[in-house]
């Protein structure tokens, strides 16, 4: 049975206070058009736009908001605005906020977050995609809502969560060629089930994982659309309740859930590690004494001398990747750190090395490689990704978002042996060694992670020992996962 409500408010265009925001009434007439597919009861969902955005109308909805939404189970909210405040205090504008007293003329972030804590529902979801208002004839409004003010709130809520589409003074972008405000066409994705990123098996998606994918789909998006950088960080306050469940998707994208879910997972690399000599690093001179211990001067004397190393392997990798990929250059963040990293960002996925001292024997040095934050299976299995980084890893780790309790998992797999499986486990249960009929790598679970070990040369071969094994063993890092510390 449907028991969620919303609450969707569109300003689009004001009489005075600020330019339009393109695409804000109809990216909010498909959510709510997509909402009762999700779990929402039509009756409960209420769409403000055009000329129902001003400051009267809304606060008439908001006063009228608990009897609407009536003994629903959760809320959700989403706003699309631009915001400023006034000392300390955020404001979202209205159609008829005026420049001479915007603050009077617009409703308080406070203001609003108070009238929602008054609806019955336990779990309330605030989406707030507001693009900064800047009011040049008034000094005293400043450009996007407080932080530090919007932070506190949803950190004080029993239960509030607040999503931001971008840093309060950063712009939220939209794209003409895509015709949607970049956050709000992954929203819609993300609600409609096309796609299946951060859903559970049951196909319960809750405010955390929406973030995780908006935080990572908005960035690659935006690359693509500006021909210059440009900067938007989607951001999630009160992590306490981010446990919400914003909508239901099971009926739309079936049982299962995604194998490479954000929900499940902190990130999966592709990982190689390397041993090295300090004398061979670029910046070495023979003036140099060498590290004899693994201390903080010999960490930070390594990626001194190892500068020179990391900006020539990021400056081959990065000609590879244009080459096999057809990457645009706009399409390519690169950078070689000072504190001994280097990363290449593209559309599909971040290229890193690190160079650490190895503390075993602090006169050596480790080289690590990793790709991470993959846009899916197919684009690893691509001839582009073999042609770069075929011959260069060994390892897929799977990072757990949260500890896992070895010793169950053991028991488990003990309880009721899937074909071809054995496992063996360390005598305190902090790590398990799982050997899989017909690979001859190795996979290694411990509180933290699962790494897939095999022959380098071949990322694809690891990728599907790895999906093999979430297939066998799909509940870890689910529901037996353990509170960080225990």
Not at 109 to 114: E, I, Q, Y
Not at 442 to 467: C, H, K, W, Y
């Amino acid at each position: 049975m449907a028991d969620r409500a919303a609450l969707v408010i569109a300003v689009e265009t004001f009489f005075e206070a600020g330019p339009i925001v393109p695409y804000a009434a109809a990216d909010c007439a498909e959510l709510v058009r997509a909402l009762p597919a999700v779990g929402y009861a039509p009756g409960r969902c209420t769409l403000l736009a055009a000329h129902r955005t001003t400051k009267a109308v809304i606060e008439a909805t908001l006063k009228r908001l608990p009897r609407v939404a009536g003994d629903a189970e959760s809320l959700l909210v989403l706003i699309v605005s631009r915001g400023f405040h006034v000392k300390n205090r955020g404001y979202i504008a209205c159609a008829d906020t005026i420049v001479p007293d915007p603050a009077e003329t617009a409703v308080s972030v406070a203001d609003l977050v108070a009238a929602l804590h008054k609806v019955k529902a336990k779990e309330i979801t605030l989406l707030l995609d507001l693009d900064p208002l800047v009011l040049a004839e008034n000094k005293a409004a400043q450009p996007g809502i407080d932080a530090a003010e919007f932070a506190g709130l949803m950190n004080a809520s029993p239960k509030c969560v607040g999503l931001l589409a971008a840093d309060p003074e950063e712009r939220s972008f939209e794209s003409a060629q895509l015709k949607h405000g970049i956050w709000r066409m992954h929203l819609l994705e993300a609600l409609t089930g096309k796609v299946r990123s951060g859903a559970t098996k049951s196909g319960s998606l809750t405010a955390a994982a929406l973030h995780a994918f908006l935080a990572d789909a908005v960035p690659r998006t935006l690359r693509r659309a500006y021909e210059t950088p440009q900067e938007q960080t989607p951001a999630l306050y009160g992590g306490a309740n981010a446990a919400a469940v914003v909508a239901e998707l099971g009926t739309l994208i079936g049982s299962g859930g995604d194998l490479l879910d954000p929900a499940r997972m902190k990130r999966v690399v592709f990982r190689a590690d390397s041993p090295g000599h300090v004398k061979d690093l670029a910046g070495y001179r023979k003036t140099h004494t060498l590290p004899d211990r693994a201390n903080e001067w010999a960490r930070k004397y390594v990626n001194r001398v190892a500068g020179p190393d990391i900006k020539a392997d990021l400056d081959n990798t990065f000609d590879m990747v244009r080459e096999s990929f057809g990457y645009k250059r706009k399409d390519l963040d690169v950078s070689a750190e000072r504190d001994g990293l280097g990363f290449i960002r593209t559309p599909d996925f971040e290229y890193t090395v690190t160079v650490n001292v190895n503390e075993d024997e602090p006169s050596d040095v480790i080289w690590r490689r990793e790709v991470s934050r993959l846009s899916g299976p197919e684009f690893v299995r691509s001839e582009g990704f073999r042609n770069v980084f075929g011959s260069m890893f060994n390892k897929l780790v799977f990072e757990f978002s949260a500890p896992v309790d070895v010793a169950d998992f053991v028991d488990r797999i003990e309880d009721a042996p899937p074909e071809g499986v054995k496992v063996t486990v360390a005598s305190d249960s902090g790590a398990a060694v799982v050997a899989l009929a017909g690979f001859a790598g190795r996979v290694s679970v411990t509180r933290d992670a699962v790494t897939i070990e095999g022959q380098t040369g071949n990322p694809s071969s690891l990728l599907e020992q790895f999906l093999l094994f979430l297939r066998k063993f799909g509940g870890l890092g689910e529901p037996k996962a353990l509170p960080g510390g225990q």
